[in-house]
Nanobody
């Protein structure tokens, strides 16, 4: 059984920063990639950023240059450094894990709220 535990969300003023993290635990033989998704009220869940076990990253256009995703393979923990936060970044942020071959199982965290407001 695999669990993803997120922390580090919260309330921040526009222009501020947050650094949520997500630790994966349980029977994980290897990681293919981890990612952060977000869902704002009334919207569909969207991909924010992803990182492979080899360190390759990709970002949504809306966050590129402001957010940085990183993965600590030893701790099975993914981080999302969020700078210059904007009101449009308000959402529940979900951690995503896809395990390595051959299983390629997918797991989700419970979500952490990020609120950007003055």
């Amino acid at each position: 059984q695999v669990q993803l535990v997120e922390s580090g969300g919260g309330l921040v003023q526009p222009g501020g920063s947050l650094r949520p993290s997500c630790e994966a635990s349980g029977r994980i033989r290897s990681i293919h990639n981890m990612a952060w998704y977000r869902q704002s009220p009334g919207d569909e869940r969207e991909l924010v950023a992803t990182v492979t076990s080899g360190g390759a990253t990709s970002y949504a256009d809306s966050v590129r240059g402001r957010f940085t995703i990183s993965l600590d393979n030893r701790k099975n923990t993914v981080y999302l450094q969020m700078n210059d936060l904007k009101p449009d970044d308000l959402a529940v942020y979900y951690c995503y894990l896809r395990t390595g071959s051959p299983y390629l199982n997918v797991y989700w965290g419970q979500g952490t709220q990020v609120t950007v407001s003055s």
